[in-house]
């Protein structure tokens, strides 16, 4: 029974002494084994912890001499083992969680002597130096013939790429990686995307350049990466639209959108108020939300698309005379900004609120409103643009929405006296 983590070994009794520990951990791998006494010649049951430095290890008796475990963050592969003699406390962290449960159980069955006879336990040895290296962070696979069919990836990886291994889906032994802060899966053939990705807590860059991908599940915008993700890279795929709940990603700095078939931009993306770097070149985009002008960027590709020459005055009208209940209503929970959830209103209805438009008046329209497109210049909301198209322009269609005859013919009313035809 092994395990390797990172191990200090405190001495109860320095304090007595006026003195303190070093406070740092190194790292180690742990064994319980059986060990033959030379003086009595018995077989007992040791614990033998050895370092890069000590690779003979300190040997430790564990029958009757455990105190008390302290177990409380175990699950973030945390623990403490208090021996009666000598005075010690045996402090672990970074260990693999479940690896870590087995360990203690092990260690718990060796302290109350039963069945020690019966234990599969080897006789202890010194480890190999390759046992006691630093935990590995990063990971580079490149080629299939490379890529770990029999073996786990190292449970310690921050950042992990696997590129042109012609992957169909993601390997779900990745997703148990929770220290991963980086996932490159690019150039592959990944067609959908697991909900689980959004169990890795810490990930903060996502990479899924030149993939089949068709869609961006709603599960991933309402996951932990809410509150983690910085980095999103979907360029060179097969999304088609992504959902109203994208917008939920608020932390994205970054996010490449590139040679896809997007059709249209998430209408909430200025929701997105951290977005810093924006590219979406080579989509058919015909137009850009509204939303779009709350957006503060320093970079921003929109070359590529087939851009409609705006018309203030060619509108689509979808009033309705009277309002219904339900548009009433939604208008209501929008301006006021009543929370909503599934769990209060039909779940149906929460992506069409996610989905509200606003009126240049700053109130809200969801089923009825009157649409029209004005030319903006993209300076508005980035520091550098990258030209529309080759003809050097900076401009592009923005969406227009007002929930009112009154408000629309207010529009109008400003852009016969600023001359816009």
């Known amino acids: ?60 008796k564990l029958k009757e001499n455990i105190e008390k475990f302290f177990t409380m963050f175990m699950d973030e592969g945390k623990a403490t083992v208090r021996l009666k003699e000598p005075a010690v406390d045996i402090c672990l962290s970074k260990a693999d969680a479940n690896s870590l449960k087995n360990f203690l159980s092990a260690a718990r069955l060796a302290h109350r002597g039963n069945d020690a006879d019966s234990m599969p336990l080897s006789t202890l040895t010194p480890v190999r130096a390759r046992d006691v290296e630093k935990p590995k962070k990063k990971l580079v696979v490149v080629s299939k013939k490379d890529y770990p069919l029999t073996s786990n990836f190292p449970y310690s990886l921050e950042h992990l790429q696997v590129s042109y291994c012609k992957l169909s889906r993601v390997d779900m032994r990745m997703l148990s990686l929770k220290l991963l802060r980086k996932l490159d899966l690019s150039h592959n053939h990944i067609k959908k995307l697991p909900a689980t990705i959004g169990d890795l807590s810490l990930l903060a860059e996502l990479v899924l350049h030149n993939n089949h991908l068709e869609a961006f599940s709603p599960a991933l915008c309402l996951s932990s990466l809410q509150c983690t993700l910085q980095h999103l890279d979907l360029s060179q795929n097969r999304l088609q639209a992504l959902p109203a709940q994208f917008c939920q990603l608020r932390e994205l700095v970054n996010l490449k959108l590139d040679d896809n078939k997007l059709t249209s931009l998430p209408a909430r993306i200025g929701q997105l108020s951290k977005l810093r770097y924006l590219s979406a070149a080579h989509n058919q985009l015909a137009h850009l939300p509204s939303d779009f002008r709350k957006l503060s960027l320093d970079n921003l590709d929109l070359f590529g698309n087939p851009f409609t020459q705006p018309n203030p005055f060619d509108h689509t009208i979808q009033l309705k005379f009277p309002l219904t209940l339900q548009e009433l209503a939604s208008r209501a929970v929008v301006n006021l900004r009543i929370p909503y959830g599934p769990q209060s209103i039909p779940f149906h209805l929460c992506p069409e609120l996610d989905a509200a438009k606003v009126c240049d008046c700053g109130r809200a329209c969801l089923d009825s409103f009157i649409q029209t497109s004005v030319s903006m210049n993209l300076h508005l909301v980035s520091h550098t643009v990258v030209l529309v198209d080759d003809m050097g322009g900076t401009e592009a269609p923005v969406q227009r929405h007002f929930c009112s005859l009154m408000c629309y013919c207010e529009f109008l009313d400003n852009c016969v006296q600023r001359g816009v035809r």
Do not use: F, W
């Open 1 to 60: 029974m092994k395990l390797q983590c990172d191990v200090e070994v405190i001495n109860r009794m320095l304090p007595t002494y006026g003195m303190k520990g070093r406070g740092k951990g190194a790292r180690a791998v742990l064994s319980i084994g059986r060990h033959v006494d030379k003086t009595t010649q018995r077989s007992s049951i040791y614990l033998l912890i050895c370092t890069a430095k000590d690779r003979a290890g300190s040997k430790y």
